[in-house]
Antibody
Framework: EVQLQQSGAELGKPGTSVKLSCKVS????????MHWVNQRPGKGLEWIGR????????IYAEKFKSKATLTADTSSNTAYMQLSQLKSDDTAIYFC?????????WGQGTLVTVSS | DIVLTQSPALAVSLGQRATISCRAS??????????MHWYQQKPGQQPKLLIY???NLASGIPARFSGSGSGTDFTLTINPVQADDIATYYC?????????FGAGTKLELK
């Protein structure tokens, strides 16, 4: 069974960075894309970007190009997302997901709260 | 970016049919593949894949869920609706990056 296990909730101060992780079991991430999606409180789903773990190539949504940095470690089958220069409106649940043409399978989400 | 438009809410009675639509601002099809997918999300949970490539039932999903459509117009049908189906439903395209989502349709009981 494929499982995506995300790291725990984060509390970050404005202007700082946080790094989230997403460990995949039951599937080799070299054979898929890893995506990150956010959901602000009471809002819908917003695609941040994706990484191809096989070669490290990334694509970002325009509004996240200076906010998010995606990386992946194929030796540990884990994807990462660093969020920089945190602001209050970065408060959201961040989901990792794997897949592409056949839809996504999702992690459980990580709540990031930005507060001083 | 491809914009996906969904109605915000749909009220339905238990045991009846629910039809949720999603319209794309441009075609999401490549060759014979319609790169539109449907997800169910309940409060406090991650989205769950229901239908991939417009009409294919994801693993473990009950047969009362079905999908159809091509090009720019797609439909998710739930028939018959059960109490456990009360949730928000999102369409998503993976035709091109960014992989956009619809704003979601909240399925409510009439």
């Amino acid at each position: 069974e494929v499982q995506l296990q995300q790291s725990g909730a984060e509390l970050g101060k404005p202007g700082t960075s946080v790094k989230l992780s997403c460990k995949v079991s039951g599937y080799n991430i070299r054979n898929t894309y890893m995506h990150w999606v956010n959901q602000r409180p009471g809002k819908g789903l917003e695609w941040i970007g994706r990484i191809d773990p096989a070669n490290g190539n990334t694509i970002y949504a325009e509004k996240f190009k200076s906010k998010a940095t995606l990386t992946a470690d194929t030796s540990s089958n884990t994807a990462y997302m660093q969020l920089s220069q945190l602001k209050s409106d970065d408060t959201a649940i961040y989901f990792c997901a794997m897949g592409d043409y056949d839809g996504y399978y999702w992690g459980q989400g990580t709540l990031v709260t930005v507060s001083s | 970016d491809i914009v996906l438009t969904q109605s915000p809410a749909l009220a339905v009675s238990l045991g009846q049919r629910a039809t949720i639509s999603c319209r794309a601002s441009q075609s999401v099809s490549i060759s014979r593949y319609n790169l539109m997918h449907w997800y169910q999300q309940k409060p406090g949970q991650q989205p769950k894949l229901l239908i991939y490539r417009a009409s294919n039932l994801a693993s473990g999903i009950p047969a009362r869920f079905s999908g159809s459509g091509s090009g720019t117009d797609f439909t998710l049908t739930i028939n018959p609706v059960q109490a456990d189906d009360i949730a928000t439903y999102y369409c998503q395209q993976s035709r091109e990056s960014p992989n956009t989502f619809g704003a979601g349709t909240k399925l409510e009981l009439k």
